[in-house]
């Protein structure tokens, strides 16, 4: 039963000068933007609501701190303003729902969400949308006593439950007294708040609420950890954050270090070592640049710069492959923040009691772009149980299938401001979520085990559409493991061949037919070569009826079927043209076209996109037109 976030507004913080709403995904919600934007202080912002440790003081609101510089000295002199920092707003389960009104055996809370309130001006949290039928729980709970009528009338008219104690007793109301108490149970607070509303949020709402996790790039291990400074420093940094729980996850005490013989090292070493191991298991779930690192841990006494006696735990990294050591620090920077994060997140794994949303910023920054996949990899496998938001700037961390679930940030003059990625324009924000897309569309290339090879996005889409609707006919389509690849024109087509050389892939491709004798020397050089096999490369004259063999693959439509779709594409643009307006010497279609408009060339994409928007029946096209792309598709799943 988790509450699930759905909303934060954040009004006045650090670079945050104007309100700023931002949607929140229930798996994964990912704010890009460049480096100084704001998104840390987003997370932060969050963060500082509810934050798991509520000893830690870094995840604490500060008006000094955190109030917009600019406008604090304003914030200070006026009295009346809250200031308001952050409100979160969370969907409540039907599940909770539903037990709420069970136990208060009555229907008498139907609320989907509420909103969490943080202010400058005072500390206590205020809510916003927490409601609660007083007068059916007041009706309901006096049934079960001996009142008069005239005080179960004054009852009915009560609104909430901390009026119950004002009632005066009559000469009958033998169990007044006994109710009272009673309702006292739901009502007597410290806070004032007395309805309720607040004891359903005290009773149940309030311990349902996810706590937040942060996790950063400072967070990470240092190679060499002082047992004694972390044993009795209560400022700590991150890193000695991360090493206390790595400490509490071997179940190890610093002081029991401290207070051990030379002798008695190796039995902590053995439990280090064992929760080592398991949580390097973890990483290789997900770490697939080297599997060949292990974890290594040594107690060390070192004497300081008074000569006092000091104890550290020696972290290494050792490759198995070359047999040497190196302090975690040096070693992978991508290893160490992925061996760092599972132990810091191990603290809150341990946690069975309490929901948790996770806050990344910046997650694997120092990766490589093959493990900034698995790190995406892996935060989508934590999304089935926690819900994340994260922050980055790289384009390996954007799920080009999910970019409804992005958010741009950015700084402007007028403070830091977040929005729908649609709407934002600035050039330097938008290039991970463009270079994402770009990165996407290639990698179907090394990633897809059979690929179909076009010319262009117009290819893609008629080939597309009627897959799908010869499959919907229960005729032959595409086979669903192929992937369609445009490549951006037939120039291309020998560079992308050459680069899947030796990629044990399955390539074929499917083209117009080649009108220009370089390029067809091209692909006999690679058929000649044995990069690509003659049978693998197929144009779409093989699949019309005419005695050219030119065709592209507007011809496997009868032409009055795509001057449909011509001719709504631009319409306002062209006159309509008729079958009765083209020049059958010429011997494409679009060459047809070309004369009547009087233009050498015209986006050939237009039409295919209109076709694809109106997305006619099968009984919209000619048996001939399903026939030819049937026989195309029946030829292409036959070569891989």
């Known amino acids: 039963m988790k509450l699930v976030l759905k909303e934060v507004k954040v009004y ?22 460049m480096n ?32 917009p510089r600019n406008e604090l000295i304003d914030f200070e002199e006026d009295d009346e303003d809250e200031g308001k920092i952050v409100s979160c707003t969370y969907v409540i389960p039907k599940e909770l729902i539903e037990q709420i009104n069970k136990e208060l055996e009555v229907d008498v809370f139907n609320i989907t969400e509420f909103t969490h309130n943080s202010n400058y001006r005072n ?11 007083d007068r059916a729980f007041i ?14 009338k004054v009852i009915s008219e009560l609104k909430s439950i901390d009026k119950v104690s004002e009632l005066k007793a009559a000469e009958e109301d033998t169990d007044l007294s006994a109710f009272k108490a009673e309702i006292a149970k739901y009502a007597n607070n410290p806070t004032g708040w007395n309805n309720l509303g607040h004891h359903i949020y005290i009773t149940y709402i309030r311990p349902a609420m996810p706590k937040f996790w942060y996790f950063d790039d400072y967070y990470p291990l240092s190679g060499k950890i002082n047992i004694n400074k972390m044993s009795t420093s209560q400022e700590m940094t991150e890193q000695d954050k991360t090493a206390r729980a790595l400490f509490e996850l071997a179940k190890i005490k610093p002081q029991d270090v401290l207070n051990a013989q030379t002798n008695e090292y190796e039995r902590f070493v053995a439990l280090l070592e064992a929760s080592a191991n398991k949580i390097t298991k973890e990483v290789f779930k997900f770490w697939t640049t080297n599997t060949n690192l292990d974890i290594e841990f040594k107690i060390q006494e070192i004497k300081n710069a008074q000569n006092q006696s000091e104890k550290y735990l020696d ?35 341990s946690d069975k009691k309490s929901d948790y949303i996770l806050l990344l910023d ?18 989508t496998e934590l999304a089935d149980k926690y819900q994340i938001i994260y922050t980055t700037h790289s384009p390996f961390m954007v799920d080009s299938e999910h970019l409804n679930r992005v958010r741009t940030c950015l700084e402007t003059d007028a403070g830091s401001v977040i929005s729908d990625s649609i709407q934002e324009k600035d050039p330097n924000t938008l290039f991970p979520l463009q270079a994402a897309l770009g990165y996407d569309i290639a990698q179907n290339l090394f990633i897809s085990k059979k690929n179909l090879l076009v010319e262009g996005p117009a290819d893609l889409l008629y080939l597309t559409f009627f897959s799908n609707l010869l499959h919907s006919e229960k005729r032959t389509g595409l086979q669903d493991d192929i992937t369609i690849v445009p490549v951006g024109g037939l120039d291309k087509v020998t560079t992308f061949i050459s680069l899947l050389r030796g990629s044990k892939l399955g390539v074929a491709c499917l083209l117009d037919t080649f009108v220009d004798q370089k390029g067809n020397q091209k692909v006999q050089d690679l058929i000649s070569q044995k990069i690509i096999k003659d049978k ?3 144009f779409f004259d093989e699949f ?22 011509f001719n709504l594409a631009f319409a306002g643009e062209y006159q309509e043209i008729k079958v009765s307006d083209l020049d059958n010497s010429m011997p494409t279609i679009l060459k047809q076209i070309n004369k009547v408009i009087g233009k050498d060339r015209f986006n050939h994409y237009r039409p295919a996109n209109k076709l694809n928007q109106l997305s006619p029946k099968a009984s919209d096209f000619s048996k001939k037109t399903l026939d030819r792309y049937e026989k195309i598709f029946i030829e292409i799943n036959k070569l891989y």
Do not use: M
């Open 12 to 33: 006045k913080y650090k670079c945050f000068l104007n309100e700023q709403k931002v949607a929140i995904d229930p798996k994964t919600t990912t704010i890009v933007g």
């Open 36 to 67: 100084e934007s704001g998104k840390t202080s987003f997370l932060s912002a969050i963060a500082k609501t509810n934050y798991f440790d509520d000893s830690d003081n870094d995840f604490k609101f500060d008006t000094t701190h955190d109030y």
């Open 123 to 133: 500390s206590k949290i205020t809510l916003s949308g927490i409601r609660a039928d």
């Open 139 to 152: 009706e309901h709970l006096s049934k079960n006593y001996e009142l008069s009528e005239p005080t179960k």
């Open 315 to 349: 972290i290494r990294v050792k490759s198995q492959r070359h047999k040497i050591t190196l302090p975690l620090d040096r070693r992978s920077k991508g290893f160490n923040w992925f061996f760092s994060f599972i132990v810091w997140f191990s603290k809150i794994q």
């Open 362 to 379: 910046e997650p694997g920054l120092n990766l490589h772009a093959s493990a900034q996949a698995d790190l995406l990899r892996f935060i």
């Open 536 to 538: 693998h490369i197929r």
């Open 544 to 565: 019309v009826e005419n005695s050219n063999n030119v065709a592209d693959i507007e011809d496997l439509f009868d032409k009055d079927e795509y001057l449909k779709y």
